[in-house]
Nanobody
């Protein structure tokens, strides 16, 4: 139900936008989160946006550089990443949280649907 795309190899300081296309029971979604897992690291929270856009949260490591947006006509959520750093290198996952689910947006366990991941490599 979630298809992530847009990853690639970029240089430090570049920008890139990831996409997450949602299908199926999107009317049950409360919001979308982005997570990432770097080489040899655990999966970590990147950001969250509820479906209406009234609430957005970001990890301190990406705050001010990353922005989550949504195109309601395409049921697609985007992760705009600016001023990329080598430490941003990771596989990025989008995940959907259902209405009534665990309200803790930063925990991966509270998300019912996951995309397959798209890989970002930032070269120095």
């Amino acid at each position: 139900q979630l298809q992530a795309s847009g990853g690639g190899l970029v240089q430090t300081g570049s920008s890139l936008r990831l996409s997450c296309a949602a299908s199926g029971r999107t009317n049950t979604f409360y919001g979308m989160g982005w997570f990432r897992q770097g080489p040899g690291k655990e999966r970590e929270f990147v950001g969250f946006r509820n479906w209406s856009g009234s609430n957005m949260y970001y990890a301190d490591s990406v705050k001010g550089r990353y922005t989550i947006s949504r195109d309601s006509t395409k049921n697609t959520v985007y992760l705009q990443m600016n001023s990329l750093k080598p430490e941003d290198t990771a596989v990025y996952f989008c995940a959907a949280k259902s209405i009534g689910s665990d309200p803790i947006y930063s925990s991966a366990t509270g998300y019912e649907y996951w995309g397959q991941g798209t890989e970002l490599t930032v070269s120095s």
